[in-house]
């Protein structure tokens, strides 16, 4: 693990990115931009590590820097190399002697980079950073990518040659929603520890947070994302970045736990939320949190009644109540994660689902008009799909009305668990190419 530290502005989510050769982290002039600790995978000449970008030190003012403070602490405390960074155009201050004193205390390999040499190119002295007590040191201008080599090539000597293998049974989690409907509370629960930050102020988490854990001998990663707000009202610069590592977030995930506040429930924004997992063919599973708040618990009944119509483009999609602060139903995301992962892997054999095709069709035909009517002779399941997916073949799928499909699906689950995941029918006419697809 290799930890990037250093005061607020300094450059360090840049270098962060241009280590990684892409847009990894929200990079804004605007001081404490990072708030979490952000870790990505990495590889320089065949060294595979772990690097890690973390919020600006400065004095804590209230209990919400002062958690800020502590994050960065922990990561340099756990890292293997820290890369502190300071800016050339600025003297060393008392927050660089500071963090500097605490990286060296771990005993493992610093690097001091003096960054935006940009700005004093023609008279820099790099002789006044040696005061820090840091024998490495390297000039950098993220911007210039001047500097660049040399901080890899001082990385690759105190490297442990070292390759990390993707997970390929590994469950990824998104936990989405609006802003501060709880995301952080639930993402600090299931992970058991203080890993993102948890304040009342909306949009604390502005990138995607990740954590890698293990549950009954399964590898899952949560990924905590950053509140999506309505259209209108997401900011330009740094909060619209959140929004797009949302979205991207929900294409890297198998599976996503849409949260919704107990207070304020069957909004349209979840629903359009809930509806971009659908299309993306994901996972999904409605979570309502803050369930500890609310008096009248005998009202769970109707609440799950006025949820489901509300997410009726979605039923398979499965209702939990939950609890941050209680923990109460936290263990059982897990374990719908584990069924939904399961039910996304479920292959059907093809002479079950033809027999099936039979019944369901002789059962109840599909309409027609003008004396045309939809044929549907038979169907096979594709492989090496994420999520389940069927090919049918027929005549006159054209014809073939959008309820009747649903008639399909729900006849379908009826008989195979597909809990938590959408399914996409392809209806094809025997003599002509793929026509329509459809995702249920």
């Keep these: 693990m290799v930890a990037i530290v250093g005061r607020a502005n300094v450059g360090k989510s840049s270098l962060f990115n241009a280590i990684l050769g892409r847009r990894e982290t929200i990079v804004a002039r605007e001081p404490g931009t990072t708030r979490d600790s952000i870790m990505v995978k990495a590889n320089f000449k065949a060294r595979d590590f772990w690097l890690v970008d973390t919020a600006g030190l400065k004095d804590p003012s209230d209990e919400f820097e002062l958690n800020i403070q502590d994050q960065i602490k922990e990561t340099s405390a756990a ?40 700005k004093v190119l023609r008279d820099a002295d790099l002789s006044q950073w040696q005061k820090l007590g840091i024998k490495d040191i390297v000039a950098t201008s993220t911007t210039q990518r001047l500097g660049l080599e040399e901080l890899l090539n001082k990385l690759f000597k105190v490297l442990i040659p070292t390759s990390i293998k993707p997970t390929k049974t590994m469950i990824r989690l998104a936990i989405l929603g609006r802003p501060n409907v709880g995301k952080s509370s639930l993402f600090n629960a299931l992970a058991a520890k203080q890993q993102a930050l948890v304040a009342p102020q909306a949009g604390t988490t502005r990138d995607v947070n990740r954590l890698s854990l293990s549950y009954h001998q399964q590898t899952i990663e949560i990924a905590d994302t950053a509140g999506i707000r309505r259209s209108g009202k997401i900011e330009r610069g740094v909060e619209h970045f959140s929004v797009l590592r949302t979205v991207a977030a929900i294409e890297e995930a198998d599976i996503c736990l849409l949260l919704m506040d107990i207070n304020e429930l069957n909004v349209q924004l979840d629903q359009k939320i809930a509806g971009m997992v659908k299309t993306a063919g994901k996972g999904l599973v409605l979570v309502v949190s803050k369930w500890d708040l609310l008096k009248d618990k005998a009202s769970h009944a109707d609440i799950s009644k006025t949820i489901a119509a509300h997410y009726d483009f979605a039923p398979w999609a499965p209702l939990v109540f939950t609890s941050a602060q209680t923990g109460q139903n936290v263990t059982k995301i897990f374990e719908l994660a584990l069924e939904i992962a399961k039910s996304r892997k479920l292959q059907i054999k093809t002479t079950d689902l033809n027999r099936w095709l039979t019944a369901v069709t002789s059962h109840h035909p599909p309409a027609g008009g003008r004396g045309l009517y939809p044929k549907l002779r038979y169907m096979v399941q594709e492989k090496d799909q994420p999520y389940p997916s069927f090919k049918i073949f027929g005549s006159n799928l054209k014809l073939l009305h959008f309820s009747y499909r649903r008639y399909l699906e729900r006849q379908l689950r009826e008989v195979w668990d597909f809990t938590g995941s959408p399914i996409k029918f392809w209806f094809i006419n025997k003599k002509t190419e793929i026509n329509k697809t459809s995702l249920s």
């Design 79 to 118: 890292a293997d190399v820290t890369i502190m960074v300071v800016e050339a155009d600025v003297p060393p201050v008392e927050e660089d002697r500071r963090l500097a004193t605490l990286a060296l205390k771990s005993k493992k390999p610093v690097i001091l980079v003096v960054n935006k040499i940009d």
